[in-house]
Structures are given as structure tokens and as C-alpha cells.
């Protein structure tokens, strides 16, 4: 059953990507549940890191299932209603206030690649394989989508994969810079909860910030909400959490951090 799947344990919520069968390829209804989800585990206080990942250890997402294209995406109109549910689960790790962790193994394609592309950082094992396939598809990709891999790997490596539609590894992924980490299979679990427990240790508000910040300035000049984005690095010094890390500092302890 093609489906997502969600968990918390502490901290860190974990949104899986399930359909084993096709590679954990996309179907509609996936990309449909994507928001809710994250908008669920946003509300939730006690979360404060987001993975997604995979089923299993075949892949991260094999793209879009194929299968469903000629009833979902036949005609104009259902091609516009499939492809804003796509842009809407695409948004949704990119709208969320918390951080999201793209934990990829083995194969992420096409709307998998887009998806972690997406999230804030990816961490990848090293027997994972990359790919845009759109011209091999005849498919065109939205510029909001184009715009979106510029930002994470630039112009140049961006017009390549685009244009090639060739397949690339972990340690060409490393160099581009879609992936900050490139570590054995065996070892990738580990490397993702390490990096999620430092994250979640910090101080909710000032991560949520520098989160939002970032966004502003990947956007079109008339798009940015620098006003927001200075009114939340005030209420960082005003917070609970800014008296906390000062205590915490001076008493040389670690902080524990509320979020308020």
C-alpha cells in the first residue's frame, strides 16, 4: 500500500515514504498527505526536527508512479490539479518553521530529487544514485522547481543534470553540494540521529530564525518578509531561551531550551 507513514521518538518526527513495491514512487494520493502531515507535526511542540526518509533501504523516492499518469495527468486540467499537489507537498518542508532532514539511500529520481531538495539539508548513504529524468520523459519541470535546485546547487550544476538527465553518485552529489554528508550504509542511521539531536538541542526559536532568513533571501526581492524575518530575531532576545543560554553559559552546563 502506498502510503506515508509518521513517528516521534523525543524530538525528532519521522516522515516516511512508503511503497516498496515501485521504489517508493509517489502515487497521488502520497503527494496529496504530504502537507497535512507536516503541518501536524509542525503544531506539535514536542517535535522540534523533521526526517523524511525512505522505506527500506532500496530508496529514498523513485520519483512519481508513472502508472497513474495517463488517468491523473491526461488532460490539461488534471495535469494542473496533479502538479499543485506536488508543489504543495514540495512546500510543505520548505514552508515548516522546524528543520527537515532528507535521509536518502539508494535511489532518489525525479520527484524524489525534487522532494529533497526541498528539505533544509540532506545527509546521504554511500550507495545512493541521483537523477532528474525529465527530458528523458518529455516532461517540463516548473520553474518554481528550477529555481529551487539553483538555489541548492547553482546555475551551472543545475543546467547539467537538467539538460543531461544523466545519473550521479553520492560522491558527485557531495561536490555539487545537494548533500552536506556522505557516509557508509551501515553508519547512516547513526549520522542522521547525531545530527538531528545536536539541532534539537538548540534553541527553537533561534533555528526557526535563521530557517526563515534563509528562505527570504533565496526569494525574489518583492517576496521577502525581511520585516518578519527581523521582528523573529527580537523575539529570540527577548525569549526565555536567550536568559537560558546566557545562565547556561556562564554556569558552564549545557541549556535547556523551551522554545519560549
Known amino acids: 500500500m502506498a502510503e506515508l507513514k509518521t513517528s516521534i521518538e523525543g524530538a525528532v518526527a519521522t516522515v516516511i515514504f512508503s511503497n516498496p513495491p515501485k521504489l517508493n514512487a509517489m502515487s497521488y494520493d502520497m503527494w496529496r498527505a504530504v502537507p497535512p502531515a507536516f503541518a501536524e507535526l509542525e503544531r506539535n511542540p514536542a517535535v522540534r526536527v523533521i526526517v523524511c526518509a525512505g522505506d527500506g533501504d532500496k530508496a529514498f523516492i523513485s520519483g512519481a508512479d508513472i502508472s497513474q499518469f495517463e488517468k491523473l ?5 488534471a495535469q494542473a490539479e496533479y502538479n499543485k499537489a506536488v508543489e504543495q507537498a514540495y512546500l510543505a518542508p520548505v514552508n515548516c518553521a522546524k528543520p527537515v532532514v532528507a535521509r536518502i539511500r539508494g535511489i532518489c529520481i525525479g520527484g524524489g ?14 550507495d545512493s544514485v541521483f537523477r532528474m529524468p525529465a527530458a528523458r520523459l518529455g516532461l517540463g519541470y516548473s520553474p518554481t522547481g528550477v529555481r529551487r535546485f539553483m538555489n541548492v546547487l547553482g546555475a551551472a550544476n543545475t543546467t547539467d543534470i537538467f539538460m543531461s538527465a544523466r545519473k550521479f553518485d553520492a560522491r558527485e552529489a557531495l561536490r555539487m553540494g545537494f548533500v552536506s554528508k556522505v557516509v557508509p550504509a551501515a553508519e547512516l542511521d547513526k549520522a542522521v540521529a547525531d545530527y538531528c539531536r545536536m539541532v534539537a ?6 533555528v526557526a530564525a535563521a530557517k526563515f532568513a534563509v528562505r527570504q533571501w533565496q526569494q525574489d526581492e518583492k517576496d521577502r518578509d525581511l520585516a518578519r524575518a527581523a521582528k523573529m530575531v527580537e523575539t529570540c532576545f527577548s525569549s526565555e531561551d536567550h536568559k537560558e543560554g546566557r545562565r547556561a553559559f556562564m554556569e558552564k552546563r549545557t541549556p535547556h531550551f523551551s522554545g519560549k
Open 73 to 77: 495527468r491526461g488532460t490539461a486540467d
Open 201 to 206: 538541542e538548540n534553541a527553537p526559536l533561534t
Open 113 to 126: 530529487l525534487g522532494f529533497a531538495a526541498a528539505c533544509d539539508l540532506r545527509i546521504c548513504s554511500e
